[in-house]
């Protein structure tokens, strides 16, 4: 089975910078997109950034000019940088594999797997 972990959440003052990274195993055929999502309390998860293999991104209007998506292929890591956070940038963050992976077994699963998250906490 593919495991993404993600870490680099943590508790900073609005204005600040985090960065988040989620390092992902397992056997990974491809990687299609790879994305970041986050679930403030109270709220429906949603998409903050996502990148393709093509390299074509998409962020949320919330994000755009603060946050920057980017992924490190040979170490199947990605991150999001998260710049002049705000309080509302408060939710629990989630990373997001889609592709193709393996069990050994010489046949190719779809993959859309998710990590488990990390708190990122935007204190006034």
């Known amino acids: 089975q593919v495991r993404l972990v993600e870490s680099g959440g943590g508790l900073m003052q609005a204005g600040g910078s985090l960065r988040l990274s989620c390092a992902a195993s397992?056997?990974?055929?491809?990687?299609?997109?790879v994305g970041w999502y986050r679930q403030a309390p109270g709220k429906q998860r949603e998409l903050v950034a996502r990148?393709?293999?093509?390299?074509?991104?998409t962020y949320a209007d919330s994000v755009k000019g603060r946050f920057t998506i980017s992924r490190d292929n040979a170490e199947n890591t990605i991150y999001l940088q998260m710049n002049s956070l705000k309080p509302e940038d408060t939710a629990v963050y989630y990373c997001?594999?889609?592709?193709?992976?393996?069990?050994?077994?010489?046949?190719?699963?779809?993959?859309?797997?998710w990590g488990k998250g990390t708190l990122v906490t935007v204190s006034t």
């Open positions: 397992g056997i990974i055929f491809r990687i299609t997109a």
């Open positions: 997001k594999a889609e592709g193709e992976y393996g069990l050994g077994d010489g046949r190719s699963y779809d993959m859309n797997v």
């Open positions: 990148i393709t293999r093509a390299n074509i991104d």
